[in-house]
């Protein structure tokens, strides 16, 4: 039964995550913690398996036939950032961890920061059209910026999530379905480099392989229905769904910290 739960989160978040460029791991972890899936590591890496076989997918359509609208000039920089900063949020997370003793404390401070930051961009997304974009000066730009992102995302877990497409808005100007392919790419690269890192740190927490096996299929399955359910869609309708999955994250989170304090 817990499996069938599992699948259809995974499905579900990745479908979602694929639509609004958030990876999916932002409610794929949040939720797992709700239901004692297991142990703070073990769900970040299960996640993170989940986030990267669903943004693998849909870089790979996203490269492959079509035209892509995706600016490798621009996305490399962004992604190259990210992969390192997803290293250095990696590190930080393990150093919570230690510093605390506990994991379960470690979890209650991702909750907090993960909700302190979905509050902000929720803000962010109802008032952008009154704000004023900041353009970053230059491709090379990319860099620092997707060092932030990359920390926030890792230590949180997420596998990217709402603060990519805030930084996309605020710094390119993008509109968001343009945002959305961006920072697909930005978590694929930042993924695979994060569970790069833990796989030669021989810091693979213990999971079951048919966990792992299921989740990433089902992260695929998101990928597919997302990126059909994504052409159908208009900007303002993946900003509304965007919103409406950030109010459901932010509710999930209290009732975690609540759950690990």
């Known amino acids: 039964m817990t499996h069938i739960i599992t699948v259809i989160i995974c499905i579900a978040a990745s479908t979602l995550g694929a639509v609004c460029g958030i990876g999916g791991g932002i409610i794929i972890k949040p939720l797992l913690d709700l239901i004692n899936y297991g142990s703070v590591q073990t769900v970040n890496f299960l996640s993170c398996c989940t986030v990267l076989s669903m943004t693998t997918y849909s870089i790979i359509n996203n490269f492959v036939g079509k035209k892509s609208e995706i600016d490798i000039r621009v996305a490399m920089?962004?992604?190259?950032?990210?992969?390192?900063?997803?290293?250095?949020?990696?590190?930080?997370?393990?150093?919570?961890?230690?510093?605390?003793?506990?994991?379960?404390?470690?979890?209650?401070?991702?909750?907090?920061?993960?909700a302190a930051v979905i509050a902000g961009s929720i803000w962010y997304t109802l008032n952008k059209e009154k704000i004023k974009p900041e353009l970053a000066g230059s491709n090379?730009?990319?860099?620092?910026?997707?060092?932030?992102?990359?920390?926030?995302?890792?230590?949180?877990?997420?596998?990217?999530?709402?603060?990519?497409?805030?930084?996309?808005?605020?710094?390119?100007?993008f509109e968001t379905k343009k945002a959305v392919k961006y920072s697909l790419f930005i978590i694929f690269l930042s993924q695979f480099t994060n569970l790069a890192v833990t796989v030669m740190r021989s810091n693979v927490p213990e999971f079951e392989p048919l966990a792992l096996v299921l989740m990433m299929a089902a992260g695929i399955c998101g990928g597919i229905l997302g990126r059909k359910l994504n052409k159908k869609l208009s900007n303002k309708d993946v900003d509304k769904l965007f919103i409406a999955f950030q109010v459901l994250v932010v509710l999930i989170c209290a009732v975690n910290f609540i759950k690990m304090m």
């Open 77 to 114: 920089p962004l992604a190259a950032g990210a992969a390192l900063g997803g290293v250095g949020g990696k590190y930080i997370f393990d150093w919570v961890v230690d510093f605390t003793g506990e994991a379960d404390t470690a979890g209650a401070i991702q909750s907090v920061i993960l």
């Open 140 to 173: 090379a730009a990319g860099i620092p910026i997707g060092l932030g992102l990359g920390l926030v995302s890792s230590f949180l877990g997420i596998g990217g999530g709402p603060i990519n497409l805030i930084f996309l808005f605020y710094f390119y100007g």
